[in-house]
């Protein structure tokens, strides 16, 4: 192999750093966080997944639910702009789609667990879940030690998928790459029951045809997940959620979707 010059090394170097700077067009913020797009917030979910996150031609970014509100906040006290990008679960939980700049935060109702934690940083808890099981409405399941034999929806690479793998070791578990497919499939009655996150299936059940038999305390803690290293972002993210609690603007965004009357 012919070994380059000098000159000619630095200058493939530079015309190559050109090329990368050039890609897009990063900066940080004004705190000096490293952001995919200067002066925007770039976030990924999984969509829909209401009603943490859905479509929403109407509003400015596309999309609406409970995380797209929180962002857009976060967005605002960090002085940037918000932009809002569906993608597919695993890409988020695995760390990929934050590695590869696809986005700067991962926004999509995802627990904060030991093995996430080795490939993503993650923000301060910001939801408490639970896990549930949604069957239809006239339906002899009554809990999670009536499922043997059964087929129940889980998303793939998910705590739900984890706990259903953890008790119901006798049901057929039926993996989804999002909700939108689970919903459909136990319409049709390709499943029996789906178990996943208690206030994903709890939208389920505004119709009637289905029901909640048994939701599962898993002290489980939703995080925004930010690529590894990016500390400052962590703190600014972090900050932002903080001053919401204190000046009541996450309660006002948590009554909108979640209050009980």
Request: proline share 4%; aromatic share 8%; hydrophobic share 35%.
């Amino acid at each position: 192999m012919r070994k380059l010059t000098p000159v000619l090394a630095l200058f493939i170097a530079a015309a190559f750093g050109l090329s990368a700077c050039g890609s897009n067009d990063s900066g940080t913020t004004s705190t000096g966080a490293q952001v995919v797009d200067k002066g925007t917030l770039t976030v990924c979910s999984d969509v829909p997944y209401p009603p943490f996150e859905d479509f929403d031609k109407s509003s400015d970014t596309g999309f609406t639910g409970f995380d797209i509100d929180i962002m857009s906040e976060i967005a605002k006290r960090l002085d940037l702009d918000l932009k809002v990008q569906d993608s597919a679960f695993d890409p988020l939980q695995n760390g990929s789609a934050l590695a590869s700049g696809q986005c700067d935060v991962a926004a999509s109702a995802m627990t904060i667990t030991p093995d996430r934690e080795k490939v993503i940083d993650f923000s301060d808890g910001y939801y408490a879940s639970k896990q549930s099981l949604l069957v239809p409405s006239d339906s002899d399941i009554a809990s999670i030690d009536d499922l043997s034999g059964k087929k129940v929806g889980v998303q793939q690479g998910t705590t739900g998928k984890t706990y259903a793998e953890e008790n119901a070791p006798d049901a057929e578990l039926v993996s989804f790459p999002s909700d939108a497919e689970m919903y459909q499939a136990i319409k049709a009655g390709q499943v029996d029951a789906l178990l996943q996150d208690l206030p994903v299936n709890l939208d389920h059940t505004k119709d009637g045809q289905f029901k909640i038999v048994e939701t599962y305390d898993t002290d489980e803690e939703y995080g925004f997940g930010i690529k590894k290293g990016n500390t400052q972002l962590v703190e600014d993210i972090n900050g932002a959620l903080k001053d919401m609690h204190d000046d009541g603007t996450y309660d006002t965004i948590y009554n909108k979707y979640f209050k009980v009357d």
